[in-house]
């Protein structure tokens, strides 16, 4: 069975390459600027491509030099935290090009080998913003709400081939992404959180490779939040 996860280098990404590597699966990832991070995962068995998720030339170049997959887990992400009349051109083409059509162009390189080997599964990496919106971040939960509309309809078209799509849409994870906060920002989080505490890239990535197994095979189109309660 193989595997590619974008993003694979850190956070989320790197748990789920982990997880999936545990269960015997062939581990491809991708990845952008992380070469330290990503020569530690070379060492433990899982191949890396450097891409640009937003080029679609790169990932049609890597769709070229993996192959067809099984699994398919679109977790690459960057996040903008700004007043939103202030984002510029460039942040708002560089944020929608690897959230957004990151997504699109990965999935659209891959999709094709599962709909021909008639069984598949993709999992994109939304974000609890995508469902209720987040302040000052306006344009980031506007890129991962696309991720669910395109979850939900993508699971339509591609079920008849028997590939199925999930979504995925962590709360409040304890990952470099998060880095920016507080103490006192994870003090009063922790506080607005029924079970106390910021979620772990472990937990998103156990929920991800139940996804991707048999024991979810009557699972397409859903949205999974793992927010510990918080929204």
């Given at each position: 069975?193989?595997?590619?996860?974008?993003?694979?280098?850190?956070?989320?990404?790197?748990?789920?390459?982990?997880?999936?590597?545990?269960?015997?699966?062939?581990?491809?990832?991708?990845?952008?600027?992380?070469?330290?991070?990503?020569?530690?995962?070379?060492?433990?068995?899982?191949?890396?491509?450097?891409?640009?998720?937003?080029n679609?030339?790169?990932?049609?170049?890597?769709?070229?030099?993996?192959?067809?997959v099984?699994?398919?887990?679109?977790?690459?992400?960057?996040?903008?935290?700004?007043l939103?009349?202030?984002?510029?051109?460039?942040?708002?083409?560089?944020?929608?090009?690897?959230?957004?059509?990151?997504?699109?162009?990965?999935?659209?390189?891959?999709?094709?080998?599962?709909?021909?080997?008639?069984?598949?599964?993709?999992?994109?990496?939304?974000?609890?913003?995508?469902?209720?919106?987040?302040?000052?971040?306006?344009?980031?939960?506007?890129?991962?709400?696309?991720?669910?509309?395109?979850?939900?309809?993508?699971?339509?078209?591609?079920?008849?081939?028997?590939?199925?799509?999930?979504?995925?849409?962590?709360?409040?994870?304890?990952t470099?992404?998060?880095?920016?906060?507080?103490?006192?920002?994870?003090?009063?989080?922790?506080?607005?959180?029924?079970?106390?505490?910021?979620?772990?890239?472990?937990?998103?990535?156990?929920?991800?490779?139940f996804?991707?197994?048999?024991?979810?095979?009557?699972?397409?189109?859903?949205?999974?939040?793992?927010?510990?309660?918080?929204?």
């Amino acid at each position: 069975m193989k595997v590619l996860i974008t993003g694979a280098t850190r956070g989320i990404g790197r748990e789920t390459a982990l997880t999936f590597l545990e269960r015997g699966y062939e581990v491809f990832g991708v990845y952008v600027k992380s070469d330290d991070e990503a020569k530690e995962l070379e060492k433990k068995g899982i191949t890396l491509y450097k891409c640009d998720v937003s080029n679609r030339a790169e990932v049609q170049c890597l769709a070229e030099k993996v192959g067809a997959v099984d699994v398919l887990v679109n977790n690459a992400g960057i996040s903008l935290r700004k007043l939103f009349q202030t984002v510029t051109e460039e942040e708002e083409k560089r944020l929608y090009g690897v959230n957004l059509f990151g997504v699109l162009n990965v999935s659209r390189a891959f999709l094709q080998g599962m709909i021909n080997q008639k069984k598949g599964v993709i999992i994109n990496v939304s974000s609890v913003f995508g469902e209720i919106g987040g302040s000052f971040e306006a344009d980031y939960s506007a890129s991962k709400a696309a991720i669910i509309g395109l979850t939900k309809a993508l699971a339509k078209e591609a079920g008849p081939s028997c590939v199925r799509v999930n979504c995925v849409t962590p709360g409040i994870i304890d990952t470099d992404i998060n880095a920016c906060l507080s103490v006192d920002d994870i003090i009063q989080l922790t506080n607005e959180i029924p079970l106390e505490y910021l979620g772990k890239a472990g937990q998103v990535a156990e929920v991800i490779a139940f996804l991707a197994s048999d024991k979810a095979s009557y699972i397409t189109g859903s949205v999974i939040r793992l927010d510990g309660g918080w929204k």
